[in-house]
């Protein structure tokens, strides 16, 4: 910051930007972010593909929640769902066990969410027993994407932007109170929540604009190889999203609201 204009670097010290970064840096938020995309894609994915499949509704499956969450349309929507869709058999195949087993792995990606939202607010790890709030919000996460997928072709236009901006923040604003188990009050996560949505519709304009071209290209070039190094990049962003968005929020109550000695649930 040393070659800045000493207005800025007068912002920066006001903004306690520095903390930000260091906090960040604690954190290795990037090096989450991946590990979030990877987990997503190899233990949550799984899971999604086989509630979609049972949708009795039939709206299109997998791929088309992912395509909706990514923003996409038109022919990159239709390429990214002829080469993700699952075969219409997924559910017959699909045993207890197996079943059980998606259910496993979705705990496991809940579980690395929780240690992320604990790290940042420097809480210690919750105990094993209490699995149950992971299995908990990995129903509440699939419930939550499964209505923002039926209200695509039920709402348009702006009556869709605030029933999804809406809902959104309440999850994300209630997945950080119980992944904590209410050590944090709920005042200091709204910051988190209303962070964690900006972030979510500028990584869905970004995605847009980006990876909707971009698809397409790796199509051409890749085949399915491509498409799911987008679908992982994308990931990527999100983690970035979900994470950096708490940390905002933490970072927001220790500087800029009230003391963090008063965060008692």
């Known amino acids: 910051m040393t070659r800045f204009p000493p207005r800025l670097r007068t912002l920066w010290a006001r903004l306690a930007g520095t903390a930000l970064v260091r906090h960040g840096r604690d954190l290795e938020l990037m090096h989450r972010a991946m590990g979030f995309a990877t987990l997503a894609l190899v233990t949550l994915a799984p899971l999604l593909i086989v509630v979609a499949a049972a949708d009795p509704l039939g709206r299109g499956g997998f791929a088309s929640w ?13 390429v990214l769902t002829d080469i993700i869709s699952p ?8 045993s207890v066990w197996g079943g059980l087993a998606l259910a496993v792995f979705g705990v496991a990606f809940a579980a690395s969410v929780q240690n992320g939202y604990e790290r940042i607010w ?33 709402l348009h236009g702006s009556l869709r932007i605030l029933l999804s901006t809406v809902t959104g923040l309440l999850f994300f604003w209630w997945a950080q109170h119980f992944l904590l188990g209410g050590q944090v009050r709920w005042l200091d996560l709204l910051p988190g929540a209303l962070a964690t949505m900006a972030g979510l519709a500028g990584l869905r304009g970004f995605s847009h604009l980006v990876f909707t071209p971009l698809i397409l290209d790796n199509a051409i070039s890749y085949g399915a190889v491509g498409i799911v190094l987008v679908v992982e990049s994308w990931f990527i962003g999100v983690g970035f999203v979900v994470y950096g968005g708490a940390l905002v929020g933490c970072w927001f109550c220790e500087h800029h609201w009230w003391p963090r000695g008063s965060r008692a649930a």
Not at 87 to 94: A, D, L, Q, S, Y
Not at 137 to 148: H, S
């Open 66 to 78: 992912l395509a909706d969450g990514m923003g996409l349309s038109g022919r990159s929507a239709q």
């Open 87 to 94: 075969p219409p058999e997924v559910i017959g195949t699909t």
């Open 122 to 154: 420097g809480l210690p790890s919750g105990p094993w027993h209490r699995v149950w709030r992971q299995l908990t919000w990995v129903a509440a996460l699939t419930a939550y994407l499964y209505q923002e997928v039926q209200t695509r072709t039920a």
